[in-house]
């Protein structure tokens, strides 16, 4: 069983050790599920000297006001046989055998904390003793409740000049104590140990003063009203006034809680100043218990030697208890912390070719994300289609030829094109001239289409720079990434513009003649030469030229029609999906390491985060492999 408060004893440390306080945080806390005794009373209660009791050694700081101002963490470790020694966890190499020493180790590590302003720290302090004469048991000492701050005197001037003063050797005494917060500090603190329902309370009263006026049960009433989790000592039962006692008291008639009332006997303080040895002293506790006739029914019950087996017993019993959900809480607590890791991405490099390869590896992140949009695996790809199957053709459509192809101007175009000799047989400038001026129109839609499909490549290169995980981190980066990919696509429209409008200046340049060869060829309704030149440009030969021209021209829109995405595909996407990045990497390739540092500017939040979460994750993984241990050996 002694395995199940060493298992708590390093947990502890570690939780120390990787900066798990119990303090509210945004970080998930091993500290609060770790069952922990925290010993509470207010100032002259006698905590200490029952905490002395307890280990049988003489080694806690004394002194008037408030003298504990961080918590103690004392972890007891009953060995068989060999010297007494005690060891801080942060001087883990160093065994303190004289134990006036360790007070003034505790001491200086309080002031190292605190600096000398007597303020308190809620960082504990580890202390670890090594003794035959104790119980495997860890307590927490926690501050003194105190209701008043109190002043320290740091220096003293003797003023002797009657001029300034009324009377001579006046005093001027400047005074450092206390901030007037302090009691609300202390307390709010103790009540952050105890409120926690693994907390067992060790609630520390005198039994010559009123229990209704006692701050440890008043405290301890607050956060356990019922006491099914508060052990209630008394002390100073030896110096209470005659002709009272404390029987009503230890029997739980005055307070009920739910385990029996203990009561100590602790040194005096002429017994300190004499140095009495605490094995004595357990021996007097004892005789005083056995032989005074208020007490001798409960005397098995009491004293500092059984206070601190009932206190082991009983730790024992609560930490076994917690094991099952102790693991389950460490297993899911990983998970956690693994997944938001993950989500965080890596640290940055230190070197300028380790933060040249994140980058680069960030950005293909990026790129390959930007191709499976438009490979579909991801959505938004099928919107390009909908341009060629949707928009382009709709566009087409609405062109109006017919106002190129109306009467007045396929005359008009007609007449001018012969110019001053007119034509013999068909008027091919005239045709040329109308084509062109037809063909012309369609270079609308298909610059609206190379910039319908430049938006959505936008819009995707902006998707994909959102869902880069790793993109989030670096704002520098992620802009430099957008400004990238957009200058290429602006490159890749203006490319892709030429190509289109290339296509429809093709199909103006060189007209498919086997088309007119085809068409039916009926001179005696306006091809023959012998007719006037009136009868040449009649309303039903300029209509006939007109429909000949449309025809041309549908088929040609119907070419354009195949012919337009795959240009525009030829020219955008598959480029988009081959270049995007590929100037960029030139330039990332002449970068600096200063200059690569600015492009990797994460938030400073987000890189303490991850500190944070890693040290969170080291103490869990720590944790687990400790509890796992303790739980296969049972």
């Not at 029952?50 to 103690?72: A, H, M, N």
């Not at 060999?82 to 883990?92: N, S």
């Not at 985060?609 to 080291?618: G, N, P, Q, V």
Request: charged share 25%; net charge neutral.
């Amino acid at each position: 069983m002694e395995n199940l408060i060493n298992l708590v004893n390093k947990l502890q440390r570690a939780c120390t050790a990787l900066g798990d306080f119990g303090e509210g945080s945004s970080l998930p806390t091993l500290w609060d599920a770790l069952p922990t005794i925290a010993v509470v009373g207010g100032q002259s209660s006698g905590k200490s000297s029952v905490l002395e009791s307890v280990v049988g050694k003489d080694f806690l700081p004394r002194g008037s006001g408030i003298v504990t101002r961080r918590p103690l963490v004392l972890q007891l470790h009953r060995i068989d046989e060999g010297r007494e020694y005690a060891e801080f966890a942060h001087q883990p190499r160093k065994r303190f055998t004289d134990f006036a020493a360790v007070r003034k180790e505790i001491s200086d590590e309080t002031d190292r904390e605190t600096g000398r302003s007597k303020q308190i720290s809620s960082v504990p302090i580890y202390l670890s003793i090594y003794s035959p004469n104790v119980v495997n048991l860890t307590l927490v000492d926690l501050p003194g409740l105190t209701k008043v701050a109190v002043g320290e005197f740091k220096h003293l001037i003797i003023l002797d000049n009657p001029l300034t003063f009324p009377s001579s050797n006046t005093c001027m005494i400047l005074v450092e104590g206390q901030s007037e917060s302090i009691v609300a500090d202390i307390e709010n603190m103790v009540r952050s140990y105890i409120e926690k329902p693994n907390c067992i309370i060790l609630a520390v009263s005198p039994a010559n003063q009123d229990l209704a006026t006692s701050d440890a049960i008043k405290i301890a009433r607050e956060v356990d009203p019922q006491g099914e989790r508060t052990f209630g000592v008394l002390t100073k039962i030896d110096l209470m006034d005659k002709g009272t006692d404390a029987v009503d008291m230890l029997e739980g008639k005055s307070y009920r809680l739910k385990f029996p009332w203990i009561g100590v006997v602790n040194r005096s303080q002429a017994d300190i100043n004499k140095s009495v040895d605490m094995i004595a002293a357990r021996r007097r506790e004892r005789e005083y218990f056995n032989t005074t006739p208020e007490y001798k029914h409960l005397a098995s019950k009491m004293g500092s030697e059984h206070l601190g087996k009932v206190l082991s017993k009983h730790l024992e019993t609560v930490i076994k208890s917690r094991i099952p959900g102790l693991q389950s809480l460490i297993n899911k607590t990983i998970i956690e912390l693994e997944t938001e890791l993950s989500r965080l991405g890596k640290p940055i490099a230190t070197d300028a070719g380790g933060k040249l390869y994140m980058i680069m590896e960030i950005c293909r992140a990026f790129d390959q994300t930007f191709k499976e949009h438009l490979d579909g695996i991801r959505p938004g790809g099928d919107k390009v289609y909908s341009i060629f199957d949707n928009q382009l053709p709709a566009a087409l459509k609405r062109l109006q030829f017919d106002k190129q192809l109306s009467m007045e101007n396929v005359r008009k175009l007609i007449t001018e094109a012969d110019g001053y000799q007119p034509h013999l047989i068909a008027p091919e400038q005239g045709y040329r001239r109308l084509i062109e001026s037809t063909l012309i129109t369609i270079k609308g839609p298909a610059e609206a289409a190379v910039d319908a499909v430049h938006g959505i490549l936008k819009d995707l290169v902006h998707k994909s720079i959102n869902e880069t995980a790793e993109l989030k981190q670096y704002p520098s980066l992620r802009a430099e990434v957008m400004n990238a990919a957009c200058d290429s696509l602006d490159k890749m429209r203006n490319e892709s513009k030429k190509a289109t409008i290339q296509l429809v200046d093709m199909e103006c340049s060189y007209l498919t003649v086997d088309f007119f060869r085809k068409l039916p060829q009926d001179i005696e309704k306006g091809g023959n030469p012998t007719h006037s030149i009136f009868d040449r440009y009649n309303d039903s030969y300029l209509r006939r030229i007109g429909s000949n021209v449309l025809s041309y021209v549908h088929m040609v829109v119907g070419t354009l029609r195949h012919s337009i995405p795959k240009s525009v595909v030829f020219c955008q996407v598959r480029e988009a999906k081959r270049t995007l990045l590929d100037h960029f990497f030139t330039e990332l390739g002449a970068k600096e390491g200063k200059q690569l540092a600015k492009l990797l500017d994460e938030d400073p939040a987000i890189m303490q985060r991850r500190m944070d979460l890693a040290k969170r994750l080291e103490l869990y993984r720590a944790a687990q492999a400790e509890v796992d241990a303790v739980a296969w050996a049972k």
